[in-house]
């Protein structure tokens, strides 16, 4: 029982650290937020490649620290432009996506698709939604 109490203290002390690391509207690490799926495919088969997806939560502070310290330096780069597209989605804000068929879909059953249940996650599809 100790164990585990050491173990949860820990955890929340690092999620209070990685969450204070980043200013209220700080837009430095914001990606781009995915709406339409089928759009970013043409996207993917037109320039051959793939489509990186951080599925995320607005109050994960994991999702902010892989946001601060990986992906928001590969876009702001300028390196990965033509060689990846770099997109999010938020499952706790109850926005919609239209997935790779066109279909409109809650981002969470989007998510819930691809065996998604924590965050974050990090997901490579190719153009046609395989991972």
Do not use: W
């Not at 997935?99 to 819930?112: C, E, H, Q, R, T």
């Not at 965050?119 to 046609?128: E, M």
């Amino acid at each position: 029982m100790k164990g585990i109490l050491l173990i949860m203290m820990a955890l929340f002390s690092f999620c209070a650290d990685a969450e204070d690391s980043e200013r209220p509207g700080d837009d430095r690490y914001k990606l781009v937020e995915a709406h339409d799926f089928s759009r970013d495919a043409v996207l993917s088969r037109h320039n051959k490649m793939p489509i990186l997806l951080l599925v995320s939560q607005t109050h994960c502070p994991f999702c902010v620290q892989i946001k601060k310290e990986i992906l928001g330096p590969m876009v702001n780069s300028g390196e990965y432009l033509k060689r990846l597209l770099i997109r999010e989605i938020f499952i706790d804000l109850g926005g919609t996506v239209r997935d790779f068929n066109g279909k409109v879909l809650a981002n969470s059953d989007f998510a819930l698709g691809y065996k998604v249940y924590l965050t974050p996650t990090l997901l490579f599809l190719d153009a046609d939604g395989n991972e």
